[in-house]
């Protein structure tokens, strides 16, 4: 989890949710969803999949319920968990393979200097009040973002949008910006005539559904906008339960979902009519490791907090730790074999660099600890100058893979002389300790942009507080070259350059330790169609709906 994982509904779901039933409410889990199926439900005996093909029913976790409702303008959509927002158009979109094409945008381009963008806008679209769409309303929402204190998304880069008439608008940037487009192409456009206090409720957009129902804590049904412009979704009817992730593998035993989120905890379990669906991820797992020596303090997620840490800071010990990983042994104890080993944020990404990847020598992590006279005591623990090779390790304890990943990895570093205290706590717990303790977090976007902010000096993630000016210097021009496709070779010098040998690589700063890129898992009836999915981002949730338009029954 990161930074905004905290802003988790204030409900209370510990208890078990009892879902309604399209607004009456079930009195067990047997009767949840019942007057809701529409032909999707059935019992979990059944040898039949759903008699209707327009209904899916889906369980997401309850952290995937979002806090301010459907307002893009807040946070549905855009900021940490990315998706598409389905009740609103963007401007552009990406495809399964991840390029950008056009949805209300017909056009658009960049200036030389990377200070202007334009954009042309199509006249054929209206939101579901009838009134007509237009560049008044992108801009709108754009300057709306720019000016919001609570906005998840990020268009800090932006000076402002302007409108200069129905179907063009320009965006006149403070700094130039290649990876705009990412966050354009998961930013809700909504409408100025109808924005205001309650829209996140009572969301009016121009996109595939529209919002029938949102029963706060359990449910949001979604219907068909019969007068969306493009292609009709083939599932007219979509309804999200939220649920703990005992209690959707509940429901998947008895067959009142269609499709339930579930982890390498709970794969190998057998359910009648269900099948396992694994969905490649950019979601990383990774440890930062803080670079520098404690005694200052840093403005943090809610305050001013410690920074540094006595072990982590010397390099040679972020190295060994790099080294002693046997990440492949991770996803076989801990995951199941549902991912793939993990060297960076963006391994799968075109600005991923090949040098990120580092293979498992414990023997050369011994030699990097001796070398800088980290040596064994009788305990078989390393020691230097009286400090003990001994840090705390925290991970998010209501997360079972993360407590999993942490204890093989503490196991992992006993063998190089490394103790690791593992620590389950909230987050609330967790953000004090976030520059002076490593801490497991969960990353991973189809954009650079954290990539950008996780080594950067003054970014947002930079946990590890590593300051580099070559680095920064590479992130910045990175991001200043006027198309994005170009940007890439000097992402990868960022994390290694070969030449002044510097970097956050593993044979570098070494910042971060990596773990494993972890599949996201879903029991799905027998029958059902997802269609091809694109690579999901860090969040279990809403990314899998991406494409629900195109779900089909068999």
């Not at 009142?256 to 797992?285: F, G, K, P």
């Not at 063998?415 to 976030?434: F, L, N, Q, R």
Request: net charge negative.
């Amino acid at each position: 989890m990161t930074k905004f994982e905290t802003g988790a509904l204030a409900f209370g779901r510990r208890d078990f949710l009892k879902l309604t039933a399209c607004g009456a409410a079930a009195a067990s889990l047997g009767g949840v969803l019942s007057a809701c199926s529409g032909g999707s439900q059935q019992s979990a005996d059944s040898d039949s999949t759903a008699s209707s093909g327009d209904q899916v029913i889906i369980a997401m976790n309850t952290g995937s319920e979002p806090a301010a409702g459907f307002d893009p303008l807040r946070s549905w959509g855009c900021g940490e968990h990315v998706h598409e927002p389905l009740i609103q158009s963007t401007l552009i979109t990406t495809d399964e393979n991840l390029e950008f094409k056009n949805d209300l945008a017909t056009d658009y381009s960049c200036s030389d200097d990377g200070l202007t963008w334009n954009f042309t806008i199509r006249d054929d679209v209206k939101f579901t009040d009838g009134e007509s769409l237009t560049a008044r309303d992108v801009a709108f929402t754009i300057n709306g973002v720019i000016n919001a204190e609570d906005s998840e998304a990020d268009l800090s880069m932006v000076r402002e949008a302007v409108a200069t008439d129905d179907t063009h608008v320009e965006l006149h940037m403070a700094k130039p910006y290649n990876a705009l487009l990412y966050t354009l192409a998961v930013l809700g456009i909504v409408p100025e005539h109808a924005y205001g206090d309650g829209y996140g409720a009572a969301p009016i957009g121009s996109g595939r559904y529209m919002l029938e129902q949102w029963d706060q804590g359990q449910q949001v049904i979604l219907n068909a906008n019969p007068d969306y412009y493009g292609e009709a979704p083939k599932m007219q009817r979509v309804v999200v339960a939220f649920m703990e992730e005992d209690a959707a593998l509940a429901a998947a035993r008895a067959g009142q979902v269609d499709i339930a989120y579930t982890t390498a905890v709970y794969a190998d379990q057998d359910i009648q009519n269900y099948e396992l669906l694994a969905c490649e991820t950019v979601d990383s797992r990774g440890i930062s490791l803080p670079t520098v020596a404690s005694g200052a303090d840093k403005e943090g997620d809610g305050g001013e907090y410690p920074v540094g840490n006595a072990v982590t800071s010397d390099i040679a010990v972020r190295r060994a730790i790099n080294y002693a990983v046997d990440r492949e042994a991770m996803i076989d104890n801990v995951i199941n074999g549902y991912g793939t080993p993990a060297y960076s944020v963006c391994d799968k990404a075109p600005w991923g660099s090949p040098d990120m990847k580092v293979e498992t020598d414990v023997e050369k992590a011994k030699v990097l600890l001796d070398d800088a006279g980290w040596t064994a005591g009788s305990d078989g623990i390393r020691a230097k100058d009286g400090v003990r090779a001994a840090f705390d390790l925290y991970y998010a304890s209501n997360d079972s893979v993360r407590q999993a990943l942490a204890a093989e990895f503490a196991n992992q570093m006993k063998a190089i002389g490394i103790d690791v205290s593992i620590k389950g706590a909230s987050w609330d717990d967790i953000y004090p300790h976030e520059f002076s303790e490593p801490i497991l977090w969960g990353w991973g976007s189809n954009s650079p942009t954290e990539t950008y902010e996780l080594n950067y000096s003054k970014g947002w993630g930079n946990y590890a507080c590593y300051e580099n000016e070559n680095v920064d210097s590479y992130l910045d021009e990175a991001l200043a070259v006027p198309h994005v496709e170009d940007s890439y070779e000097l992402f990868q010098k960022a994390q290694w350059d070969g030449a002044t040998q510097q970097g956050v690589a593993p044979q570098g700063a070494a910042t971060w330790v990596w773990l494993a890129n972890v599949d996201h898992l879903y029991f799905k009836r027998e029958g059902l169609n997802v269609a091809k999915q694109k690579p999901h981002p860090h969040g279990h949730g809403w990314s899998l709906v991406n494409n629900v338009d195109a779900w089909t029954w068999a």
